[in-house]
């Protein structure tokens, strides 16, 4: 796609301002559950293999944004569709935030391009999911641990 857009129009740079999806039945998961978010892991991995490939191939991708940095309300699907790379709890009076395997998954990939990164090495998949076993909330104190 990007390709395309850089052959058809040729622009002086692409700017990606919205990318993410939403993972089915998420929304009604435990939060232990929801975020262990494969689906979208697999999502952005491929994604950004081949947006990494495109680039490569000298396509002006300038600014990426994933969407979205935490769950929120959606104008169509209101709070039963997630999109965040963070999980909110809604339920909780302080809105606690938990980070989701693909908001790791995106820190760990954006901080190894320039570092070998290769679009769909194998090797550099696996040592990213190696650093995100065992990582279940961030790594900073939640909101109710702060008010005290």
Sequence with gaps: MMKYVDQRYHPAEIIITENGVSAPGEAAMPVQQAIRDKFRVDYYRGYLD????????????????????????????????????????????????????????????????????????????QGIDRQMEGNASIDRPHLEDLSQ
Aim: glycine content about 10%; overall charge positive.
């Design 50 to 125: 081949n947006l990494c490939k495109a680039i490569k191939e000298g396509v002006k991708v300038s600014t990426y944004f994933a969407w979205s940095y935490m769950d929120n309300f959606e104008w169509k699907e209101g709070y039963t569709q997630r999109f965040g790379i963070n999980h909110v709890d809604f339920d909780s009076p302080y809105r606690t935030r938990t980070t989701k395997d693909s908001g790791r998954f995106l820190a760990k990939h954006f901080f190894s391009i320039g570092h070998g990164w290769e679009a769909g090495s194998e090797q550099q998949h």
